[in-house]
């Protein structure tokens, strides 16, 4: 069984920083896509930033400039680091794992339980 675990959300002042982290744990042989999504309070949740296993990185335009993705294929981490957090990044922040790969399934997708972020004006 699979599970991703995020942690590092919290309450911040507008202009402060902070960094989510996310671990898959299980029997896990590759992760193919590590992302992140938010999903603000009556919003779609929405792509925030992903990195494949070969690196190719995408981030969203809302919060290019400020946010970055690192991964970990060793340890099937993958990290976000958000700067010059502003109001509008108030979401709780979900960690996905794409084309997962174990001992008993092949190409799953999994979601972690989110973390909230709050960011105050």
């Known amino acids: 069984q699979v599970q991703l675990v995020e942690s590092g959300g919290g309450l911040v002042q507008t202009g402060e920083s902070l960094r989510l982290s996310c671990t898959a744990s299980?029997?896990?042989?590759?992760?193919?896509?590590m992302s992140w999504y938010r999903q603000a309070p009556g919003k779609q949740r929405e792509l925030v930033a992903y990195?494949?296993?070969?690196?190719?990185?995408h981030v969203a335009e809302s919060v290019k400039g400020r946010f970055s993705i690192s991964r970990d294929n060793a340890k099937n981490t993958v990290s976000l680091q958000m700067n010059s957090l502003k109001p509008e990044d108030t979401a709780v922040y979900y960690c996905?794992?794409?084309?997962?790969?174990?001992?008993?399934?092949?190409?799953?997708?999994?979601w972690g339980k989110g973390t909230l972020v709050t960011v105050s004006s």
């Open positions: 996905s794992a794409v084309g997962v790969i174990t001992e008993h399934s092949y190409g799953a997708e999994y």
């Open positions: 990195k494949t296993e070969s690196g190719i990185t």
């Open positions: 299980g029997s896990i042989f590759r992760i193919n896509t």
